[in-house]
């Protein structure tokens, strides 16, 4: 077995070379997450330390944004902070030399004279009895010892706002032993800080004014906001010794020490771990898969759709659910979010966007549960709880057909043909949903082609459990086919409107060729992958419309509207990998597969580069569908990684 590489740039001492915007990830495990540049410039609204799910709440909200340290040696004063001002046309770096070191924990190492100081930040995930901390490290690697200043920098607001200094904070602070607890206002609960070693809190609270976040300035959102701090923590730190800091949204944390080393022994494992896979980019993946778990405040297992802005988001789920899970041996994981969902269903369908509950959540998908069937399927197959599936899933799956047979919200119906007739005009329920003020941006009422495709394969399924299904699987296949395949063109329309096929060609087709249960013949699914491959498929995914296309858009960027115009009109996205390698391996005979396999992996090798260029460990939401193919949208996405990894799994299998 080879050792997974774990870099792709290295200087000339060895150590990885990362860009200075390149992101990096931590997350809580309760819906919470850190995330920042290399270069320590914050960058977007959410970059900070901790961005918390407060119990009771479904929202995000910005915690500890930020630290301003500051060596103090008798009157000299060296700043680390390295923010970009209102006014000022570039940034402003810390006075000292700074170096980043990625993992097993995000690492800064702070050079000024005769000082080295090295700051680690860490999360501790909760856990039954834990609560989720945020921790940090500074480490004296000098001679000499030292005292550092630190300013707490809070926004104390929800995640998506920018505050500014307007607004009234309440600077009382609370002593309890070696902790100090901040509550500005109520829309939080207390903030304590815990410290170990030489420390020291002085109240004295002060706003810092004007900070300007470039990539939110670039998306076309207000981008310069406000930040308070409650006061300053004084560290004295001796050569070769450490102060830890710790941060939490309940009860004081009794050992920030003992925190911080747990979760560091735990990360460093989870690095040793990773690098016994024998493919780097499955090594790469695994290693942050679980970043995308959380519970919400009942214990419901879930899966967050990407950071560092979206929640979780039913499409999502049940896209990237399988990869998650079933390509890592976690069927436990899988069952726990499926067993999850069963609460949420509704008249056939389930959430785009999960609330508290039912009540309180979003049903304008009207394709979440067709995916949540297909990770029911991939479950069973892959030697799933057979008594859970029995009793549990597959009446759940049932009660979808027949909402769908009488009729359900958002246009969905099955029509005389047995085919799944979706959305309206002025809807965008598929996963093609982006919009502006003109209406869908991308139309695909009436019979979207991968819907047809996750209905057929649901009454497959659901035939091999009950024979009744079987006649309207049969009707739907041959309806399928005949409606669908474009002999001339020898793949499949998109969609048929009115009876029309829309010939514009999309990956969509290529679920239909892709599933185990579909109603395509071996020549159909070869025909629909050699066309996806030659107007389609890039070296990080597959666009979302044929260049060929006039109404192809090959960069994604700019404001709201440009972004929204080209998000599905070319805009290349990476989780289409998955269905892609799948429809690949389906399309060929056994005797050709290993060879296949081979080159696909060689394929899927080239998302390696990706892995540090936009979100470390991750690979961006989306690319332009041109050439240099430059990453765009969040940088951490649950359906990037997880079908990726279903594809390295599927290709492994198929070398063996």
């Keep these: 077995m080879h050792e997974a590489r774990f870099s792709t740039a290295v200087d000339h001492a060895g150590a990885v070379v990362h860009a200075g915007d390149a992101e990096w990830l931590l997350t809580d495990g309760a819906g919470g997450y850190a995330c920042g540049a290399v270069d320590d410039l914050v960058r977007r609204r959410y970059h900070g330390l901790w961005i918390a799910r407060p119990a009771g709440s479904t929202r995000r909200h910005m915690v500890l944004a930020g630290l301003d340290e500051r060596l103090v040696e008798g009157d000299v004063v060296t700043h680390f902070l390295h923010a970009h001002w209102r006014d000022h046309e570039r940034s402003s770096p810390g006075q000292a030399a700074n170096t980043f070191t990625h993992g097993p924990l995000p690492t800064w190492t702070f050079r000024t004279g005769a000082h080295t100081i090295e700051r680690q930040v860490a999360l501790q995930r909760a856990a039954a009895g834990q609560a989720p901390l945020a921790l940090v490290r500074w480490r004296n690697l000098g001679a000499v010892s030292v005292r550092l200043c630190v300013r707490p920098l809070l926004g104390w607001c929800d995640a998506d706002h920018l505050p500014t200094a307007t607004e009234r904070f309440d600077a009382t602070v609370q002593a309890r032993g070696a902790s100090w607890g901040v509550r500005p206002n109520e829309l939080l609960p207390t903030l304590w800080l815990t410290a170990d070693g030489t420390a020291a809190f002085v109240a004295e609270g002060s706003w810092y004014r004007g900070f300007v976040y470039a990539e939110d300035r670039a998306r076309g959102y207000d981008h310069i906001g406000d930040r308070w701090s409650p006061g300053v923590i004084e560290l004295d730190i001796g050569p070769g010794h450490a102060a830890t800091v710790a941060f939490s949204l309940t009860e004081p944390c009794t050992d920030a020490r003992a925190a911080f080393d747990l979760v560091a022994a735990s990360a460093a494992q989870r690095w040793r771990d990773a690098a016994r896979q024998a493919s780097p980019l499955v090594a790469r993946l695994a290693l942050t898969a679980d970043d ?23 499409r999502d789920v049940f896209v990237s659910l399988p990869g998650l899970t079933l390509a890592r041996g976690r069927l436990d994981l899988c069952a726990d979010v499926l067993r999850g969902a069963l609460p949420f269903l509704r008249g056939g369908l389930l959430p785009n966007i999960y609330g508290r509950d039912a009540a309180d959540s979003h049903y304008d998908s009207c394709d979440a549960a067709l995916w949540f069937s297909l990770a029911v399927q991939r479950y069973m197959d892959a030697g799933g709880d057979t008594a859970f599936v029995q009793k549990q899933l597959v009446p759940a799956l049932a009660d979808i057909a027949r909402c769908y047979q009488r009729g359900t919200d958002l246009g969905l119906v099955v029509d005389a043909a047995g085919l799944l007739c979706a959305g309206r005009a002025d809807l965008n329920a598929t996963w093609m949903d982006a919009r502006t003020a003109s209406g869908p941006v991308t139309p695909r009422a009436g019979l979207p082609v991968e819907i047809q495709a996750l209905w057929y394969s649901l009454l497959a399924f659901l035939a091999e459990h009950d024979p009744q299904w079987a006649p309207l699987r049969d009707r739907c296949g041959k309806a399928f ?19 029309t096929p829309v010939r514009e060609v999309r990956p969509n087709m290529l679920v239909a060729a892709a599933l185990a249960r579909s109603p395509l013949s071996l020549s159909q699914r070869a025909g629909v992958v050699a066309k996806a491959r030659a107007e389609l498929v890039t070296s990080v995914g597959l666009r979302t419309l044929s260049p060929l296309d006039a109404a192809y858009r090959g960069r994604y960027g700019g404001g709201i509207d440009a972004r929204d115009s080209a998000y599905h009109q070319g805009t290349v996205w990476p989780w289409l990998a998955g269905f892609y390698v799948e ?35 991750h690979v961006s939401e989306v690319f332009d569908g041109d050439p240099p193919h430059r990453p765009g949208g969040t940088f951490a996405q649950a359906w990037n990684s997880g079908e990726l990894l279903r594809a390295g799994a599927l290709v492994a299998g198929a070398q063996q």
């Design 583 to 617: 429809a690949t391996l389906a399309a060929v005979s056994k005797k050709a597969r290993r060879q296949t396999a081979q080159e696909l992996s060689a394929w899927l090798d080239g998302f390696v580069p990706e892995l540090e260029r936009a979100g470390l460990d």
């Design 292 to 314: 995308f778990f959380y519970r919400d405040d009942s214990g419901r297992l879930g899966v967050l759709a990407g950071f560092p802005w979206f929640g979780e988001w039913g």
């Design 481 to 499: 086919v005949q409606q669908f395949w474009l002999t001339n063109d020898q793949c499949l329309a998109d969609r048929v409107f009115a009876g």
